[in-house]
């Protein structure tokens, strides 16, 4: 099993930054790809990015790429996502996922999940 935690959310005006973190605990000497996915209020789960285990391969949502930039640092068992230049329509609950298999956009092929972090972007 694998726990991931989640924290960094907050308010912030738009054109703001935030640094989303998430830890990881339990069977984390697997090699695990890592993601991040957000959920605003009435639509489904959305993938934001991903990252191999290596570090040297990511993946971005459409329109991310440029403005967010997802890291790890494996020796502390630690993910990031930095957002800039937020806008309004970023606002949502923020999931750090975990997987084994394979790096992925596919929300289903994720078998680990934080709780979630609460970003909001106001106007």
């Known amino acids: 099993q694998v726990q991931l935690v989640e924290s960094g959310g907050g308010l912030v005006q738009a054109g703001g930054s935030l640094r989303l973190s998430c830890a990881a605990s339990?069977?984390?000497?697997?090699?695990?790809?890592m993601g991040w996915f957000r959920q605003a209020p009435g639509k489904e789960r959305e993938f934001v990015s991903a990252?191999?285990?290596?570090?040297?391969?990511?993946y971005y949502g459409d329109s991310l790429k440029g403005r967010f930039t997802i890291s790890r640092d494996n020796s502390k068992n630690m993910v990031y996502l930095q957002m800039n230049s937020l806008k309004p329509e970023d606002t949502g609950v923020y999931y750090c996922?975990?997987?084994?298999?394979?790096?992925?956009?596919?929300?289903?092929?994720?078998?680990?999940w934080g709780q979630g972090t609460q970003v909001t972007v106001s106007s």
């Open positions: 339990g069977r984390t000497s697997s090699r695990l790809a």
């Open positions: 996922a975990a997987n084994t298999q394979v790096l992925t956009t596919k929300t289903a092929r994720y078998d680990y």
């Open positions: 990252v191999s285990w290596s570090g040297g391969i990511t």
